[in-house]
């Protein structure tokens, strides 16, 4: 058992929080249980991801997208909201979102868990979001044929990715930013990459690849992102001795 303010605490701390202003509230959304036996985590907040870790009997849900989000003053709780925060409130569920912080983090984040994946090297920061990086720029260990690296984002990430194939026929450089990231393909090209991977791609992403001479591999905005929050729920139970459930709900975008 753990105590959910130790909890909130050290992930706040370790996804270094106050450095990634962010379009939501970030940390924790909804107070729950104040005694942690059992963490869910998941990709999005929604009314069936709730009901589900209700199901679980979960004292604590960790997301990436939480509730909340935009900028600007909020308008009033809907019917909606009003469902999704009965649920968390009937069964006493704590929950917690961390985003683009837990997009950047070194280890334990979307991408740098998909850099592990992928089997790149030499790591460097990139993607600039305000003042920090979100995303790196990789070396796979020997330049690949493009179709070996969609091979491998096929096994591990989604066996039905977007490729818009317009760079090289060797790979060796690799760009990585989860989500909905596609703004970020023209910038890979500047920076030396023959690939970048991302999430969810925008209209724009097709000119950009084509123009920038880059292979862009659009490989889903939620299979992009089921890696941060279960790299999370693993170090909780590692480290505060919580059972830790991942809760898919697939989402095709």
């Not at 999704?84 to 985003?99: E, G, N, P, V, W």
């Not at 818009?164 to 790979?171: I, K, R, S």
Request: aromatic share 6%; net charge negative; with cysteine.
């Amino acid at each position: 058992m753990a105590q959910r303010d130790e909890i909130v605490s050290f992930l706040n701390h370790l996804l270094e929080i106050e450095a990634y202003p962010d379009g939501l509230p970030v940390g924790m959304q909804v107070p729950g249980a104040a005694e942690v036996t059992r963490v869910a985590t998941g990709v999005s907040a929604s009314l069936e991801l709730f009901t589900r870790v209700a199901e679980e009997r979960a004292q604590m849900l960790i997301v990436h997208h939480g509730l909340f989000f935009g900028s600007g003053p909020r308008p009033p709780l809907s019917d909606v909201d009003k469902a999704r925060l009965k649920t968390l409130f009937d069964a006493d569920i704590s929950l917690l979102a961390y985003h683009l912080s837990l997009d950047a983090h070194p280890e334990v984040g979307n991408n740098a868990v998909i850099c592990d994946l992928l089997g790149l090297d030499d790591r460097v920061p990139f993607g600039r979001d305000g003042a920090r990086t979100i995303g790196f720029l990789g070396t796979l260990p020997a330049p690949a044929p493009i179709d070996d690296v969609v091979d491998a984002v096929r096994r591990t990430i989604n066996p039905e990715p977007l490729v818009l194939a317009h760079g090289p026929d060797l790979v060796h450089r690799v760009a990585v930013i989860s989500g909905g990231a596609s703004k970020f393909a023209d910038q890979a090209a500047a920076a030396g990459a023959q690939c970048f991977l991302t999430g969810e791609p925008a209209e724009q992403a097709r000119w950009a690849a084509a123009e920038s001479g880059i292979h862009v591999i659009a490989a889903g905005h939620y299979a992009t992102e089921v890696f941060g929050v279960r790299a999370l729920g693993d170090l909780l139970a590692a480290r505060f001795g919580v059972e830790h459930v991942f809760v898919d709900v697939p989402n095709p975008i």
